[in-house]
C-alpha cells in the first residue's frame, strides 16, 4: 500500500505493539500490599496473602473466583469472555488486519471489506481503556478503601470507646511497623503496565497512520476502477 520508507514505518511499528502487548498481558501490571491490623493478621495466616499481583492474563482469570456461582453461575464466564475478547484479542486483531491491509496483495473489493473489518476491531479495541482505568483506580485505590473502612475504624465502634486508628497509634505496634492503622491497602504499577501502555501508543500511532493512508487509496482507486467484475478490479497491497 504505501512506499518504502512507510513500510519501513508502518512494519515495525505494529509488530512492536503485538510483541509488547503478548509479553505485557503475561508480566504482572499491577500489585496490591496491604497494611494496617489487617496486613499482620494475615501474616499470621500465611505472608504471601499480605501482596497480591496481576497481570491482564491473570486478572481475567480470577474472575470466577470472586462471584457467587449459586446466584448466576454462567455471569463470570461471560464477563471474562467479554474481558478477554476487548482487552486481549480484539486489539491483536485489529494489528495482523492492519499488516495484512498494508503488505498483502488484495483485490480492491477484498481490501475494502479488510478495512471496514480494522475499523471496526479499532473501535472495538479496549486495550488503552483497560490501561487508563488500572491507571485511574490505583491513584484512587487508596482514599477509596480509607473511606469504606472510616465508620469501622475511625470511629467509636463493636462497643469499644476508642476508636481502632487512634488506639493502635497510641499503643504503637512494633508488630504494624508504623503503619498504625486497622486495614491499608497501597497499589504499584508494575513492568506489565508500561508494556500495555507502550503496546497502546505503538498502536494508537500505527492504526491511525495506516488507515487513514489506506482509506485515501481506496477512495481514488475504486473512483478511479473500471466497471466490469472482480476480474478487472487492480490487485493492491504490499510496496508501490
Not at 505494529?14 to 501490571?29: C, D, E, K, P, W
Not at 483485490?107 to 479499532?122: K, M, W
Not at 508504623?178 to 497499589?187: P, R
Request: with cysteine; hydrophobic share 50%.
Amino acid at each position: 500500500m504505501g512506499g518504502t520508507w512507510r513500510d519501513a514505518f508502518v512494519g515495525p511499528v505494529l509488530v512492536s505493539s503485538i510483541l509488547l502487548q503478548l509479553v505485557g498481558a503475561a508480566v504482572y501490571t499491577f500489585s496490591f500490599t496491604f497494611g494496617g491490623l489487617a496486613a499482620w493478621a494475615l501474616q499470621l495466616i500465611s505472608p504471601s496473602l499480605i501482596q497480591s499481583s496481576y497481570s491482564l492474563i491473570s486478572l481475567g482469570a480470577d474472575i470466577p473466583s470472586v462471584a457467587d456461582p449459586t446466584v448466576n453461575p454462567s455471569g463470570p464466564a461471560v464477563i471474562q469472555a467479554v474481558f478477554y475478547i476487548f482487552a486481549f484479542a480484539t486489539p491483536l486483531l485489529q494489528l495482523l488486519a492492519l499488516l495484512a491491509l498494508w503488505f498483502v496483495p488484495l483485490r480492491t473489493s477484498r481490501q475494502f471489506q479488510l478495512f471496514v473489518a480494522a475499523e471496526i476491531l479499532h473501535a472495538w479495541s479496549g486495550l488503552e481503556v483497560f490501561v487508563v482505568s488500572i491507571l485511574a483506580a490505583l491513584l484512587e485505590i487508596q482514599q477509596f478503601v480509607a473511606f469504606i473502612v472510616e465508620p469501622y475504624c475511625g470511629v467509636p465502634n463493636f462497643g469499644l470507646s476508642t476508636a481502632i486508628d487512634t488506639a493502635l497509634k497510641e499503643v504503637h505496634l512494633k508488630e504494624l511497623h508504623g503503619d498504625d492503622t486497622c486495614f491499608d491497602v497501597t497499589a504499584q504499577l508494575q513492568a506489565g503496565c508500561w508494556l500495555l501502555f507502550s503496546a497502546s501508543l505503538l498502536s494508537m500511532v500505527g492504526s491511525r497512520f495506516v488507515l487513514r493512508i489506506c482509506h485515501t487509496a481506496l477512495e481514488s482507486r475504486r473512483e478511479g476502477a473500471a466497471p466490469g467484475g472482480p476480474e478487472h478490479e487492480p490487485v493492491l497491497g504490499g510496496s508501490e
